[in-house]
């Protein structure tokens, strides 16, 4: 498959660039951005992808995380995909940033017409990581997940979905229990439709409590978030890690709102913690 280069830059002694790929999955073009670390230059290194939130796109995490400096030191390699196919031209598909383009949810829609275009599950998962283990030096035995609130959520359901492929995950302020909150109904029940054994196949906390990973996961968690109460809930997703003996830290954080100032303070943590767990 072709990648198409948008640009490059020197960054930390590695390369940030951002690009462009065909995509049968969401049926049209699909961006995403890819930071090789300096060590990239030499062989293979371990890559680790970021899910980025509702209105987002490949470069928000990219831009505003601060994560390439420690990348760089530690030899990742970060892929930071969008977060919906756009320009769909579907009627309902902007104008609401809950839903639609910006807010793919990482799954792939069974209803109509959503499931021609909004088939996230299937780009990042198989196409976006066949071509980053095709065209970069990414070693596709070391490969870790994380994001941020929806992005959060399609880390922690891909991990558990796909445990063969990521060997390390972790998230931010994820929306752990999807189908119990109002950004999850939405999504899902135009998305999946009033299907609510499909529901539960994307919802982290149903999902951990059946089939759980056993390898840690990191959860951090601001507790001046104004979504905490009504969307996050995260107590939901301690209770089910503990209920199936899933390893998870989840740190509560005062002071810290839903946004980047919060995940640049801590993005550090979530590194060392994805490179230890692909270095074994």
């Given at each position: 498959?072709?990648?198409?280069?948008?640009s490059?830059?020197?960054?930390?002694?590695?390369?940030?660039?951002?690009?462009r790929?065909?995509?049968?999955?969401?049926?049209?073009?699909m961006?995403?951005?890819v930071?090789?670390?300096?060590?990239?230059?030499?062989?293979?290194?371990?890559?680790?992808?970021?899910?980025?939130?509702?209105?987002?796109?490949?470069?928000?995490?990219?831009?505003?995380?601060?994560?390439?400096?420690?990348?760089?030191?530690?030899?990742?390699?970060?892929?930071?995909?969008?977060t919906?196919?756009?320009?769909?031209?579907?009627?309902?598909?902007?104008?609401?940033?809950?839903?639609?383009?910006?807010?793919?949810?990482?799954?792939?829609?069974?209803?109509?017409?959503?499931?021609?275009?909004?088939r996230?599950?299937?780009?990042?998962?198989?196409?976006?990581?066949?071509?980053?283990?095709?065209?970069?030096?990414?070693?596709?035995?070391?490969?870790?997940?994380?994001?941020?609130?929806?992005?959060?959520?399609?880390?922690?359901?891909?991990?558990l979905?796909?445990?063969?492929?990521?060997?390390?995950?972790?998230?931010?302020?994820?929306?752990?229990?999807?189908s119990?909150?109002?950004?999850?109904?939405?999504?899902f029940?135009?998305?999946?439709?009033?299907?609510?054994?499909?529901?539960?196949?994307?919802?982290?906390?149903?999902?951990?409590?059946?089939?759980?990973?056993?390898?840690?996961?990191?959860?951090?968690?601001?507790?001046?978030?104004?979504?905490?109460?009504?969307?996050?809930?995260?107590?939901?997703?301690?209770?089910?890690?503990?209920?199936?003996?899933?390893?998870?830290?989840?740190?509560?954080?005062?002071?810290?709102?839903?946004?980047?100032?919060?995940?640049?303070?801590f993005?550090?943590?979530?590194?060392?913690?994805?490179?230890?767990?692909?270095?074994?």
């Amino acid at each position: 498959m072709t990648v198409e280069l948008l640009s490059e830059h020197g960054c930390f002694g590695g390369v940030q660039g951002f690009y462009r790929m065909p995509s049968r999955a969401c049926g049209g073009p699909m961006r995403f951005a890819v930071f090789q670390p300096p060590q990239a230059a030499q062989g293979r290194v371990p890559v680790l992808y970021f899910l980025a939130g509702l209105t987002c796109s490949e470069e928000t995490a990219t831009m505003k995380a601060g994560a390439q400096r420690v990348a760089a030191e530690l030899g990742l390699m970060l892929v930071m995909p969008d977060t919906s196919p756009r320009d769909t031209g579907i009627d309902g598909a902007t104008g609401d940033w809950e839903f639609g383009e910006g807010a793919g949810f990482y799954l792939d829609a069974t209803q109509a017409p959503w499931s021609a275009r909004f088939r996230m599950e299937s780009h990042v998962v198989h196409e976006l990581a066949g071509v980053v283990n095709e065209h970069f030096p990414a070693d596709p035995g070391r490969c870790g997940i994380t994001g941020h609130s929806m992005g959060g959520h399609g880390a922690l359901v891909l991990a558990l979905r796909h445990p063969q492929q990521y060997r390390s995950v972790s998230a931010f302020a994820p929306i752990v229990a999807p189908s119990q909150v109002p950004w999850g109904e939405k999504a899902f029940s135009r998305y999946l439709g009033d299907h609510h054994a499909a529901w539960a196949e994307h919802d982290a906390c149903e999902l951990v409590r059946r089939r759980p990973l056993g390898r840690p996961i990191l959860v951090d968690q601001g507790l001046d978030d104004k979504f905490l109460a009504p969307q996050l809930q995260p107590e939901r997703f301690e209770a089910a890690c503990a209920e199936a003996g899933q390893p998870l830290t989840l740190r509560r954080h005062a002071g810290y709102d839903h946004g980047y100032y919060f995940i640049a303070s801590f993005i550090e943590d979530h590194l060392r913690h994805h490179a230890t767990q692909l270095a074994r």
